[in-house]
């Protein structure tokens, strides 16, 4: 295939995790889209860019039919945005007279918060229901896709940003030059443009490899974004290894010469993605090989257990969850039911493996043996949680970065 930053040609997958269908399209209970579609997922690394990414974009409109993620529904992002909000507003100065915009703002989480500092701000979303949930809540947003022509009209019609910010865009978005051309388009001269994304070193020292899913277009180290900047006149001048998403990347970036000076953290990540290996192509040979055996590993810990007769249910259903189960082919025959806290999930059926999504009610009706952890980044607070399913002696599998059993005492 083409690289998507730097058009190289042939480049090969290093992973590939078979057939998948979207990880975020639960399936109605009653079975109404039969003719439920799997696309295949496999990862690839660009030796001339050091970019990795997927082999086959799946159309976005396939993906974002039914969007169930809103931000501001969990605790750990509204204290991580209005804390970004103030590190922010302090760094740069921000008063009355600035003004911020957010490139895929979701409901207004980020921006609401910019507002307790008085900022001027405007977010860009196309989803339609967040886009009006965040004009309801009295933050401004266009419900649009970015586009250079769009970012034109909004720097004619609001002037230029004094900060741009984009978290979980760049990984999204299939034309990701359009994205850079179009913050070039509305940022000041003077600006600052500050992209929060998946660090692509933390995935392969975790072994989270469900974090691959079809909306995960993109994974980056910092090398490859600075490629990817650069090839449009810009620069980072500094980054922070930030703990959102198991592990993402706040990468400050300027015009090229821009007013600030280039930080010491950027070339300490850059010389140590380089000694790490991350922009090494047998990195990802040996990251495969490990992936292989995390599945193997699972799947006979969980045979295991239904040869004894064991009961195993599941509890969280993020869209990772998807990949996990899919790729290992982890289905009804090992794992009975998934609880989700969420309403908005249960009573639908897992994406390809149709395991039925439930309440935490039933548990205490149909107690489980094994409760295996698929929201992973999670585990600490569910199993403090769940003092219930602890008392009542249920153990707990983790399955990633190795498959671990924790047995309650
Ligand atoms: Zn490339």
């Not at 900022?119 to 419900?143: D, Y």
Request: charged share 20%; proline share 6%; hydrophobic share 40%.
């Amino acid at each position: 295939m083409q690289c998507r930053i730097c058009a190289a040609e042939g480049i090969e997958p290093f992973l590939s995790l078979g057939k998948s269908p979207p990880a975020n399209n639960l399936v109605p209970p009653d079975n109404a889209c039969p003719q439920e579609q799997s696309y295949p997922l496999a990862v690839c690394f660009c030796p001339k860019c050091t970019t990795v990414q997927l082999t086959f974009t799946v159309p976005p409109e396939v993906m974002f039919s039914h969007y169930l993620y809103v931000t501001s529904t969990t605790k750990t992002f509204r204290d991580h945005f209005a804390a970004m909000a103030k590190s922010l507003s302090g760094r740069f100065n921000l008063s009355d007279v600035s003004f911020v915009i957010d490139v895929g703002s979701n409901d207004g989480l980020l921006l609401k918060c910019f507002q307790g500092y008085k900022v001027r701000t405007l977010g860009i979303e196309p989803a339609k229901n967040l886009a009006e949930a965040a004009n309801r809540e009295g933050v401004e947003t266009l419900n649009a896709f970015l586009s250079p022509s769009v970012a034109g009209e909004i720097a004619k019609k609001h002037g230029r940003a004094d900060v741009v910010t984009a978290n979980n865009v760049f990984a999204h978005i299939p034309a990701i030059h359009d994205v850079v051309k179009s913050v070039r388009a509305m940022l000041s001269p003077q600006g600052a443009f500050v992209i929060e994304v998946a660090y692509l070193f933390d995935m392969l020292s975790d072994m989270t490899f469900d974090l691959i899913y079809h909306e995960h277009l993109f994974y980056y180290s910092l090398t490859s974004l600075c490629k990817l900047l650069s090839m449009h006149g810009m620069e980072v001048f500094d980054v922070e290894h930030v703990s959102s998403h198991g592990g993402s990347l706040r990468v400050f970036v300027q015009f090229r010469d821009g007013p600030n000076q280039v930080c010491p953290s950027v070339g300490e990540m850059l010389s140590s993605e380089k000694s790490k290996g991350v922009i090494k192509q047998a990195t990802y040979g040996a990251f495969a090989q490990k992936v292989q055996e995390v599945r193997e590993e699972l799947v006979s810990y969980l045979a295991e257990l239904k040869s004894e007769g064991k009961r195993v249910a599941a509890f969280g259903y993020p869209a990772k969850a998807t990949t996990l189960l899919n790729f290992c082919g982890i289905s009804k025959q090992y794992i009975d039911y998934i609880v989700d806290d969420n309403p908005l999930k249960q009573g639908y059926l897992a994406p390809g493996t149709h395991i039925p999504i439930v309440s935490s009610s039933r548990f205490r009706e149909e107690k489980p043996d094994y409760v295996l952890i698929l929201a992973w980044n999670f585990a600490k607070e569910i199993i403090e949680k769940s003092a219930w399913l602890r008392e009542q002696g249920v153990s707990f599998i983790i399955p990633l970065p190795k498959p671990r059993i924790l047995h309650s005492a």
